[in-house]
């Protein structure tokens, strides 16, 4: 569990779904870009809000598109 480099290919993919979601759903987008990431290969989940930011098991994420990826991060409960 570390906070993930910003040239990761899973940060990349995941800030591309941000981004799509900044248009479609701007302050639910803003709040999910405010994340800061981070890698956990024990999560059963894709990913997983927390206090502390975004957690992300790359091998799950990896294995979702972009489109299937934003409906997972839209699922988070990031509105506090």
Same mark, same amino acid.
Not at 15 to 39: D, M, N, V, W
Not at 65 to 80: F, G, H, P, S
């Given at each position: ?23 479609? @759903?701007?302050? $639910?987008?803003?709040? *999910? =870009?405010? !994340?800061? #990431?981070?890698? %956990? ?20 994420? @990896?294995?979702? $598109?972009?489109?299937? *990826? =934003?409906? !997972?991060? #839209?699922?988070? %409960?990031?509105?506090?």
């Amino acid at each position: 569990m570390s906070k993930a480099s910003p040239d990761h290919p899973i940060v990349k993919a995941i800030q591309s779904a941000i981004i799509g979601i900044l248009f479609s @759903k701007p302050e $639910t987008g803003r709040r *999910l =870009a405010a !994340l800061e #990431l981070h890698s %956990d290969t024990t999560l059963r989940e894709g990913v997983q809000f927390s206090d502390e930011g975004l957690w992300f098991n790359s091998e799950r994420v @990896k294995a979702l $598109t972009r489109d299937e *990826l =934003a409906e !997972l991060l #839209l699922t988070l %409960d990031v509105e506090q």
